[in-house]
């Protein structure tokens, strides 16, 4: 074929395809807009997961009569003159492509009316044709709605999620910017229902509140102010959580940079560190942290979704965050003195410190062994021990006499063949996994506990629609739930093993868990996976003989007692021949 220039309505079609990629998009870009436009109250209404029909209103600039059209021509902007400009962008847009992507794939019209005019006027723009302005009575502000979203674009289509996940991906940008702008009044309704709204007060604590609760937004820790310093340096404001407030996923961590939401790998690792020794392992705080630095040192025209930046100093962006957590951190809480770590932090400190005889591998019993088995070790975000393989049940671990706790975190045994040193938290999550695994495959009545009194849960859209899709399976943990009108559940009996956690808390936990994955890829898997990594013994606790005895008789019943869930060792063996030897016996 020879080469042809596109036609205008394909070529288009195709650059919309890189900025509006799903209705989160869309929300996304006119928001931004709002924002750039100086408004004080911004309203968002959706229907049908936002494909349907969006509509954003907003108290702002407004745009003159005369630059309707020129506002859905690309690369028009009113907010970069030339250059120059693209080396300090401060506003939130400024490629000019949001609206004409917009207008490209769905129905639109835009009303406006700056405060110079007596009376508004609209445009409609129909897949790409922009038609003829007319007379509209609007107040000052900007009004744009958007209908039958990739109605000329069926393959996009196809890809969406269910209307529920599409409208909670809306609902997290929403409340995402009403978090960076506690100044402005955010409101949103879904389906014709209110389902956030903001007061635009300023204060930080009162949109967590409206975005989380209010005892999470009690709790959480202010950090500087975040204002550039006079140097140039960056700074970091916003709030972080308590360690005590933790979650099982990293969705809960927020950033702005300059206030733009970014999502950004580096700061994330910075955080996580930060916090490391202060919260327990492989869980993750809530954070709305807002980096402040020159503009001219971050590029945001790395990415046509304008979510990705690059800095020009990392490293300073990373040891400055990391410090201010941490230094947050360690005057809001006292250090733990228990702190738990992995596998493989202990086996570098061993090594490094010249003890060379514990073994490298955990103990794999020898009837498991196989020429071919993979590495047991695995990380934490990437498990490697697939549950879903057959194993022969049957003992596989030796007799074992409890000989006393370390660290009130290891259980000391010893076996025909020498010593196991065991994990108590790794090894009873194993237990429970299994056991729950094994309770749901056969139908088993769950072992569940009512509450005394039925617990009151407020849920966001994500935990709504998981709980929605998984309800079944819930209720094959033991976990009794009812709906209670708009977002509110009554939770009247939680999974035995989580007796011990506040009520409220067990429902997020569960579905936060689930949703990560914990790397199984069965729902009934992630479930049960939740419930033992939630209900687990920690590390810390003080056992008594017979507890010890009891979860090692338990570890004995498993089929793979050696790892726990995530493919982690869940026992060390020293060999009575390693012992001889190191002691020089033999
Ligand atoms: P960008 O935001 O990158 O400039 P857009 O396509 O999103 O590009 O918008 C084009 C222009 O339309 C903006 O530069 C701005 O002048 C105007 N505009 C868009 N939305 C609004 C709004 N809500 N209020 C005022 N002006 C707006
Ligand atoms: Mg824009």
Redesign the pocket.
């Known amino acids: 074929m020879p080469i042809r220039l596109l036609s205008p309505s394909v070529s288009s079609k195709i650059a919309a395809g890189e900025v509006i990629e799903r209705p989160a998009s869309v929300a996304k870009?006119?928001l931004?807009?709002?924002i750039?436009?100086g408004?004080t109250i911004i309203s968002m209404d959706l229907r049908g997961g936002g494909i349907e029909n969006l509509r954003?209103s907003?108290n702002?600039?407004?745009?003159p009569r005369d630059?309707l059209e020129?506002?859905?021509r690309r690369f028009?902007?009113?907010?970069?003159s030339d250059s120059i400009d693209l080396d300090s962008i401060g506003?939130?847009?400024?490629?000019?492509?949001?609206?004409?992507?917009i207008g490209a794939v769905s129905t639109v019209t835009?009303a406006?009316c700056t405060r110079e005019q007596k009376f508004g006027s609209a445009i409609n723009v129909i897949e790409g044709i922009i038609g003829e302005k007319t007379d509209h009575s609007v107040s000052n502000?900007?009004t744009?709605t958007v209908q039958n979203l990739f109605k000329n674009v069926p393959a996009r289509l196809k890809f969406l999620r269910s209307e529920a996940t599409e409208t909670s991906r809306i609902h997290n940008i929403l409340t995402r910017y009403a978090m960076a702008y506690p100044e402005i009044s955010f409101d949103l309704r879904i389906d014709g229902k209110q389902n956030f709204r903001s007061s635009g007060s300023g204060d930080l604590r009162e949109v967590i509140a409206s975005v989380y609760n209010s005892k999470i937004a009690d709790s959480m820790i202010e950090l500087g102010s975040g204002d550039i310093t006079v140097d140039g340096e960056p700074s970091v404001g916003g709030m972080i959580c308590s360690p005590y407030t933790n979650r099982a996923n990293r969705s809960y961590i927020s950033f702005f940079v300059n206030r733009r939401w970014v999502q950004n790998r580096m700061l994330s690792v910075a955080v996580e560190q930060a916090y490391h020794g202060f919260m327990k392992e492989r869980r993750y705080p809530i954070t709305i942290i807002d980096i402040k630095l020159p503009l001219t040192d971050v590029d945001v025209n790395f990415h046509p979704g304008k979510s990705e930046v690059r800095f020009s100093s990392e490293g300073n962006v990373f040891g400055t965050l990391q410090r201010s957590v941490r230094d947050a951190l360690s005057s809001h809480t006292p250090v733990p003195n228990v702190t738990h770590k992995s596998f493989r932090v202990q086996h570098d400190h061993l090594q490094a410190s010249g003890l060379k005889f514990w073994p490298i591998e955990p103990f794999i019993p020898s009837n498991r062994q196989s020429p071919n088995t993979s590495p047991i070790v695995s990380d934490a975000d990437s498990p490697q021990v697939k549950e879903s393989v057959e194993v022969t049940p049957g003992k596989v671990l030796p007799v074992l006499r409890v000989v006393g706790q370390i660290k009130t975190t290891y259980i000391i045994t010893e076996g025909p063949e020498g010593l196991y040193l065991i994990d108590q938290h790794a090894a009873h999550e194993r237990v429970l996994f299994e056991r729950i695994k094994n309770d749901m495959s056969t139908d088993k009545h769950p072992a569940s506990q009512s509450l005394l009194e039925p617990v009151l849960v407020k849920l966001d859209e994500v935990h709504k629609e998981l709980l929605s899709e998984h309800s079944q399976i819930l209720l094959s943990l033991g976990m009794v739930i009812e709906p209670f009108g708009d977002s509110t559940y009554l939770l009247r009996a939680v999974p035995a093993p989580l007796g011990d956690i506040q009520p409220e808390q067990v429902l997020i936990e569960i579905l936060d868990t689930m949703n990560e994955g914990g790397g199984f890829d069965s729902w009934n898997e992630r479930a049960a996976f939740s419930v033992a990594c939630h209900g687990a013994i920690r590390a810390g606790k003080v056992m008594s003989r017979e507890e010890m005895e009891e979860l090692i008789r338990q570890l004995e019943e498993c089929h793979q007692p050696n790892t726990c869930p995530h493919g982690r060792p869940t026992m060390l063996e020293l060999s009575n021949k390693q012992i001889e030897r190191e002691f020089g016996r033999t």
Do not use: Q, W
């Open positions: 870009e006119l931004e807009n709002s750039d436009a408004a954003i907003d702002g600039c407004g745009i630059e020129l506002a859905f028009a902007t009113s907010k970069v506003t939130l847009g400024f490629r000019g492509e949001a609206l004409p992507s835009l406006s502000g900007t744009v």
